[in-house]
């Protein structure tokens, strides 16, 4: 018996169009991701991972290296436009803010960010560089295409059980479930990695641990929406797995 993995190339295409800067060849239409595109986001990651730690290799190599965390973040930050870190500064003012759900949806929709953005972006980058430091500069491009990967699909695993929240742009998305044939694959091999490319054998439980605490995270913020999830809070968990990764590997280097 064949197991159908509905991707193929042109949804790997898909994702990386529209969840990063890097240009591929497309269609040209912007459309929100489908369900497919979805399942190809941690793809998406780890290439942008092993791209950000190349680069951050590069500069210290060549310059020194100090600057190693800083390009990494940077770059890690340039490649996705920003796409998920945007979420993860609206999901910082909506879903702290005291505030009924329906107005915490509205808040998610406001381009400007206040308090609770900046609050959250600060804490984040500070755990986020302090983390890099420790890390040996030539492990960065490994580490962060498999912490990035990581985040991704404990994320995507969350369309199989909250609905998406109303007035979402890529509700559509969730109209078909992510394969959950490849999306099994991606996190044996991520599992793999973890215990045997980094001579870690408990790193390979990692991918499962971040899956439980991406559980936990989705609920806690459905329900502070009111029921569902939207792309932004999406966004905000990958910011926060991908940095707790990063941040379990450097304690354990």
Do not use: Q
Request: hydrophobic content about 55%; some cysteine; charged content about 10%.
């Amino acid at each position: 018996m064949r197991l159908k993995l509905s991707l193929n190339f042109s949804d790997v295409l898909a994702s990386i169009s529209y969840f990063s800067i890097l240009p591929v060849p497309t269609s040209g239409s912007m459309k929100p991701p489908t369900a497919r595109a979805l399942t190809a986001l941690p793809l998406v990651g780890a290439l942008i991972g092993a791209l950000a730690g190349i680069g951050a290799a590069f500069a210290a190599h060549f310059g020194h290296p100090s600057y190693a965390p800083a390009v990494a973040i940077v770059l890690s930050v340039i490649l996705s436009g920003a796409i998920h870190l945007d979420g993860y500064l609206d999901s910082c003012d909506a879903l702290i803010a005291s505030v009924p759900p329906a107005t915490r949806l509205t808040i998610l929709k406001d381009p400007r960010h206040g308090t609770f953005a900046l609050a959250g972006l600060l804490c984040l980058v500070l755990v986020w560089g302090t983390s890099l430091t420790l890390i040996r500069p030539i492990l960065l491009p490994g580490v962060l295409a498999w912490s990035a990967c990581t985040a991704r699909w404990s994320t995507v695993l969350n369309a199989y059980l909250f609905p998406y929240a109303p007035g979402g742009a890529s509700g559509g998305a969730f109209t078909e479930r992510p394969s959950v044939v490849v999306l099994a694959l991606i996190g044996i091999l991520l599992c793999a990695i973890g215990a045997t490319a980094f001579s870690r054998t408990w790193l390979g439980f990692w991918p499962i641990i971040a899956e439980g605490l991406a559980l936990l995270l989705g609920r806690w913020a459905s329900r502070r929406l009111g029921g569902g999830l939207v792309g932004d809070v999406y966004g905000a968990i990958i910011c926060v797995l991908d940095v707790i990764g990063i941040t379990v590997f450097s304690l354990y280097r």
